[in-house]
């Protein structure tokens, strides 16, 4: 009888009664039980199904038909996933990456101003640098509602996809709604997103959102004023968890399912010990949808020192703690995980997704809002031709975990895209460089993805 093959290459991870078998080349996985792991390994050794059949029986004192019956049933799906092979390894042809017509989400910065002056915030200095050219009369003034207006409309014809609305806070900018329903109305099924601290929400804005938005972000830092105030500065604790409830509120008395409200804690050593209970707050008392916590990302400025990153063994620690806790919820989560699990090359920027910024200059990520990255501008040249042609985003787009000199070499690589690129251009000041600081908890939530229960994710949104 034929042999079966296991990949030759395998990593395996154990989760007390579960296993994960994974072979990187053909990027197919395998999760067994102990039995499943028993067999596994069985067929590590070059055996017959019948061969393995009766070891079992033997072993385990089981009828020997029916366990050669189990046995192949256990086989040919696996065969049939592509993770085990019937006589010799078959390494799968790799699906070339698609070449994209244009970026499917844009993060759109309404604004450069804020109300709120956190100190980690990744676009500090470009949003008061900006603030201050423009008072000056240094730069072009920020895009005005009707370009705006026709910023959006190219960008769902380009088709866009998702929309994400962000700045600075945008709810600082008088007319942020009025751009949104304008959005919604060009496009019913386009996901529209908003980024925001929440504190200007009030009941005619949360009816509007409401009204025209998929989903809520909303920054929360800790469960607790002391530790959210940490962050995000005096006095925006209440500010923030009124918000929040306003709009949990209005949804409920407009009976309506939209928008998802999802809470985001930057993580860093002092909050992680709380991630449980910042859940438990947000999930029980304010009733939000879920949670999308973000490691601190060094931004474009040092204030907060890298040692702010939490340490892996706490990470590791509060992460068992918080799935424990999860285990006994019905968490739904948000639309953007679903594909979590497709194989990527690269962390999306300039290719999947791209920034604009109030004033209509186009740069890979949101989080690359500098000089040297800028693509284009929205009032010269057309976006998608932008998008098309800008050797900025090219260039950005070429940079894939093939490339990378680490990160080629990693099993995980097309789990883990090699992790955020701005990050990497931030700390080390090469965009190509190896996200050392990172690599282990880009492995450790990569790795969660096949456990379905990576909660936290490397870069801001
Ligand atoms: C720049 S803010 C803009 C939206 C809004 N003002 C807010 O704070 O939610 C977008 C998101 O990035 C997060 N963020 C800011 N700086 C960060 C950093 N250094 N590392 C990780 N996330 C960061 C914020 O907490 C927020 O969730
Ligand atoms: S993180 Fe958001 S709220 Fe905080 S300073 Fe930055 S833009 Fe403002
Ligand atoms: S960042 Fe680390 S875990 Fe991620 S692909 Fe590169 S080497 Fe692998």
Redesign the pocket.
Known sequence: MERIIVPPRLRVWSDGAWHIYFDPYNFVWAKVNDSGRFLMEEFRRYRTISDVARTVAERFKLEPTKTLALIDGFVNKLVDEGFLHRRAYREREREAFPKLKFAGTLYLHMTNK?N?K?P?????TDRETKIKLERLGMVDPILSTQEYKDLIGRAIECGAHHLIF?????LMRPDAMDLIKFARQKSSTIKLEM????TKIDDRIAEQMCASLDIV???L?GHEKHMHELY?GKHTFEPTIRGIKCLIKKRLELRRQKPFVCL?P?LTEKNVINLKEIYQFSLEELGADNLAP??????DHQQ?SVDQIPKMEIFQQEATRLSNYLQQMTIIRPEAQDDSLLARNHCGAGGGEISVDPSGFVYPC?SLHFPEFVAGNVRETDIQEIFDDSPVLNRQRGTTVETLAVCSHCDVRFLCNGGCRATAYNVYGQMDAHNELYCNYLETMAVGKLWGKTQVSS???
């Open positions: 804020c709120l956190c980690y915030c990744y676009n500090k962000t700045g600075g806070e945008a980024l925001t601290n929440a972000t909303i920054s830092d995000r985001v930057v973000v490691l601190f990302q060094a931004g907060v949101q870069s801001p949104n």
